[in-house]
Nanobody, 121 residues
Framework: VQLQASGGGLVQAGGSLRLSCVAS????????MGWFRQTPGKEREFVSG????????RYADSVKGRFTISRDNSKNTVNLQMNNLKPEDTAVYYC???????????????WGQGTQVTVSS
């Protein structure tokens, strides 16, 4: 499966961005999806995940209450709505697909190319 992430950009603190990830896989509805982020010199970290049906979601504590993940299986798309952004949210954001509903980076075999999110103070 190929994943194409988009929607990143530069925003002021307190602003919002919506990331999208489109998958080429026809069996997208069978895949669990996740969003991760990475800053230079740091490990890639889990941000949010959604199970194959969209019925279960999970969030890192640092984004809980500000970010919302959703998916549209008819469009092979997973979205991450990011509100009340903070400078510490600045990172490259990656979408990922895998067979398991997990927060572990290594459990996701497929990754998008990443999209830069920069939040200015």
């Amino acid at each position: 499966v190929q994943l194409q992430a988009s929607g990143g950009g530069l925003v002021q603190a307190g602003g919002s961005l919506r990331l999208s990830c489109v998958a080429s896989e026809r069996t997208f509805s069978l895949l669990n999806m996740g969003w991760f982020r990475q800053t230079p010199g740091k490990e890639r970290e889990f941000v949010s995940g959604i199970n194959y049906s969209g019925g279960s979601t999970r969030y890192a504590d640092s984004v809980k209450g500000r970010f919302t993940i959703s998916r549209d299986n008819s469009k092979n798309t997973v979205n991450l709505q990011m509100n009340n952004l903070k400078p510490e949210d600045t990172a490259v954001y990656y979408c990922a697909a895998g067979p398991g509903y997990t927060i572990v980076t290594d459990d996701f075999p497929r990754w998008g190319q990443g999209t830069q999110v920069t939040v200015s103070s």
